[in-house]
T-cell receptor, first 114, second 114 residues
Framework: AQSVTQPDIHITVSEGASLELRCNYS??????LFWYVQSPGQGLQLLLK??????LVQGIKGFEAEFKRSQSSFNLRKPSVHWSVAAEYFC????????????FGTGTRLKVLA | DGGITQSPKYLFRKEGQNVTLSCEQN?????MYWYRQDPGQGLRLIYY???????QKGDIAEGYSVSREKKESFPLTVTSAQKNPTAFYLC?????????????FGPGTRLTVT
């Protein structure tokens, strides 16, 4: 079955520390991969996406993610976090053809300590 | 400004009443989606539509209905048959370009049924 796993429900980091949010997927073929961020009570904003090419992708707000085919992973990273990035983060995968539907992970809630 | 609007932001209804959530986009996107978000469960797809006058059930369509009479509009009706309608509802749209795509989200509607 197709699925996306975000193993960390909550993560707490100190301001200025580095961040890595994990995402693993189970899919028949290499899907399109996405990371979104959601502030409380708001919609989702696209941080970055991977379709093909360089496996290290850069996104907005200083985020990056690395696609590792052998590990079926697409982990999100940020070298130094600011309190303003505290939010919920969702990983999603989508088919390369057909219905263009996403499958979302259950999310990781990030807390940043001042 | 282009974007997706959802109204209202908050909606309250009595049990047994149908309620319609509005979703409008001026991005000229062909595809539109409705998701339901519950704490700890990520986003689950209710319905999606890739072209006008056509739509398909998602993973949790029971108790919901949609229409797609215009490209820019995709209203969702939560019927009295939906057993647990209280949730945060998100609308999204996407464009397919050169075989790649990404979904853009509205700000959401929080529905409370008592």
């Amino acid at each position: 079955a197709q699925s996306v796993t975000q193993p960390d429900i909550h993560i707490t980091v100190s301001e200025g520390a580095s961040l890595e949010l994990r995402c693993n997927y189970s899919y028949g073929a290499t899907p399109y991969l996405f990371w979104y961020v959601q502030s409380p009570g708001q919609g989702l904003q696209l941080l970055l996406k991977y379709f093909s090419g360089d496996t290290l992708v850069q996104g907005i707000k200083g985020f990056e993610a690395e696609f590792k085919r052998s590990q079926s992973s697409f982990n999100l990273r940020k070298p130094s976090v600011h309190w303003s990035v505290a939010a919920e983060y969702f990983c999603a995968v989508g088919a390369r053809s057909g219905t263009y539907k996403y499958i979302f992970g259950t999310g990781t809630r990030l807390k940043v300590l001042a | 400004d282009g974007g997706i609007t959802q109204s209202p932001k908050y909606l309250f209804r009595k049990e047994g009443q149908n309620v319609t959530l509005s979703c409008e986009q001026n991005l000229n996107h062909d595809a539109m989606y409705w998701y339901r978000q519950d704490p700890g469960q990520g986003l689950r797809l209710i319905y999606y539509s890739q072209i006008v006058n056509d739509f398909q059930k998602g993973d949790i369509a029971e108790g919901y209905s949609v229409s797609r009479e215009k490209k820019e509009s995709f209203p969702l009706t939560v019927t009295s048959a939906q057993k647990n309608p209280t949730a945060f509802y998100l609308c999204a749209s996407s464009i397919v370009r050169d075989g790649s795509y990404e979904q853009y989200f509205g700000p959401g509607t929080r529905l409370t049924v008592t």
